[in-house]
């Protein structure tokens, strides 16, 4: 049989040969006519084939590469729009003149915390553990990634096609807007610089080791951990070694930025007036188009993390996608029934509320669960916002009602319907029937001894483990590790950066009353003309007080609503048969602007204005009323 087989390849060698002789005349060649020619022709084919096959190879291999950076490349520009869409967002939420100080709160981000990272950021993030909880990193480090000197511009992440320098690029993405997300929880209260230095102190000792503990592998080892992995194969930090699942940053992002926004807004004070007095947004039209943008921008943000792990992108974009859609028709849908009424800024809020869960699942979900988790988000999120003026928390613009909840959600969530099939470098979750495990057990079993893959080894040593309950118990430990680290060391930060700025974290009474954009900045963000003002100061002048050397102060009135006391107001201001109260003529020289319930004077007695106040509103309104000088 061998000898048949073999004279039937020559065969067919020969005529082969006969024919592309008879082809190419010019070129002729002498056919084989012995076993010893034939043997060598067979060599010369061999070789010729090889040969093509390594080029194609490296081609194909080229081509990879190509297609990886370029994809890492648009993925970190998208995350980098969401800066300015989370800007867009958060200044829409605010009073219109603080819109100019709060986006900068983010914009501002991109320029402080882009620079640290390619400082040491990096290496802090994603080098060689240098701080070790038994074998498990705490944080990274090493000489080469200062200022990246040590890092060639060809060099690859080792078991990746990416270069190090685009990793580089899209994570910083993600440390930029991390404490830009965190500024929305204290918004409309802090100073500019003072935020500054809370961001690189908090990126430096909250986030960078976060980053490590959750997403650092063993790429700038010496040597792999683990031989059979090689370099790249092994987790290195404390929550990766645990086996928690976290695909783009539900831990890392969303519940370190919205339990470190909690912390803040519980170390710091609050807003005057809250929260008896309700702060209405300026622009809901610039928070739905920040919310666009930030949709828009996601698709890098969990897409662009499928490629950093050297996985497909397919299933990330599908989750995001549905998971966004249900949680904004969930909120809208919850609010309908609690309060009658959809609004646009429900709708903003629970596009981001699904977004922010899905991120750690996206990965390793099918788009229905994507799906599901959005609409899980949409109720959750929005039940924990309406809980912030029970419990008497000034989250300015719900960063932890969004990121710190719904980062929360997400991450257990991800236990509940990670699928093995999506993502090998994942597991089965609770939802997937013990019939498909064993299934995929043995399909990784058929593979004889030799040929099977250290990767294939531990993939059928971790699905033999598994239980229903098994992944969602690790993800609730890693959330709980990831809230507690974030809180506490946010909350000791805050107070710390108070006391290193002289108590000017947060900025006084009067500046806060005057607005942020031309206290912290000098300059508004929307200037319509609609206020005279002194050239000096900004602001406006009361009918009896000099121009600029007379502190002003504020009385804050409780009891009416704000309506009755705009709508009283102003028919005392009016001209009428019926002169003027003598409280009214107490009061109005000195009055330069008036917020809802708040009242800003310049000049004159405070406690004797602010009972002629409290007087002439009772009357007015005919309802008790506490007036409380405040500044």
Known sequence: MKRFLFSLVGFLLLSNLS??????????????????ELAEELKKVKEEADKAIAEAETAIADAKLGGHNAWMLTSSALVMLMVPGLALFYGGMVQRKNVLATMMESMASLSVVGVFWIICGYGLAFGPSVIQWGDAGLIGWHPKFFFLQGVETGDLLPATSTPVYAHVLFQGMFAIITPALI??????????????????????????????????????????????????????????????????????????????????????????????????????????????????????FNGGSAVASNFLATSAFAATQAAAAAAGLSWMLVEYLHKGKPTALGLASGIVA???????????????????????????????????????????????????????????????????????????????????????????????????????????????????????????KASIFSALFAFVLSYALAIGVQVMTGFNFTTDLNSESEGLDETEHGET???????????????????????????G??????????????????????AGKTPPTDDFKKVYPYLTTIDGNKFKFRGGDPNHIKDSLSHLFQKKLNTPVKATVEA
């Open 19 to 36: 024919s592309l002789h008879a082809q190419a005349p010019e070129k002729e060649k002498p056919v084989p006519t012995t076993i010893a």
């Open 183 to 300: 500024s929305g929880a204290i918004a409309e209260r802090i100073r500019f610089v003072p935020f500054t230095i809370f961001s690189i102190l908090w990126v430096t000792i909250v986030y960078c080791p976060l980053a490590h503990m959750v997403w650092a592998f063993d790429w700038f080892y010496d040597k792999p951990l683990d031989e059979g992995l090689g370099l790249g194969g092994s987790a290195i930090g404390l929550l990766g070694k645990w086996g928690a699942l976290d695909f783009a940053g539900g831990t890392v992002v969303h519940i370190a930025a919205g339990f470190a926004g909690l912390a803040c807004s519980l170390a710091l004070r609050k807003r005057i007036g809250y929260p008896s007095q309700a702060v209405r947004p300026n622009s809901m039209v610039l928070t739905l188009l920040g919310a666009g943008l930030l949709w828009f921008g996601w698709f890098g």
């Open 525 to 551: 963000g929307f200037d319509f003309g609609t206020t005279f003002s002194s050239a000096k100061s900004g602001q406006p002048r009361p009918a009896m007080a000099p121009t600029n050397k007379v502190k």
């Open 553 to 574: 102060y504020i009385i804050a009135l409780d009891g009416p609503k704000q309506e009755d006391v705009r709508k009283a107001w102003s028919e005392m201001c009016q």
């Open 354 to 476: 699904g977004l922010v869960a899905v991120t750690p699942a996206s990965g390793y979900v099918y788009i229905w669960g994507g799906l599901i988790i959005g609409l899980i988000a949409g109720v959750v999120c929005y039940a924990s916002v309406q809980f912030k003026t029970i419990l008497g928390y000034d989250d300015s613009l719900d960063a932890f009602g969004v990121h710190g909840v719904g980062g929360f959600l997400g991450a257990v969530l991800t236990g509940v319907f990670c699928f093995y099939s999506v993502n090998s470098m994942g597991t089965d979750g609770f939802v997937t029937p013990e019939a498909t495990v064993k299934k995929q057990i043995a399909e990784l079993e058929k593979k004889a001894e030799p040929d099977r893959s250290a990767g294939d080894k531990a993939n059928i040593a971790k699905l033999k483990d598994w239980t229903p309950s098994g992944q969602v118990m690790i993800q609730i």
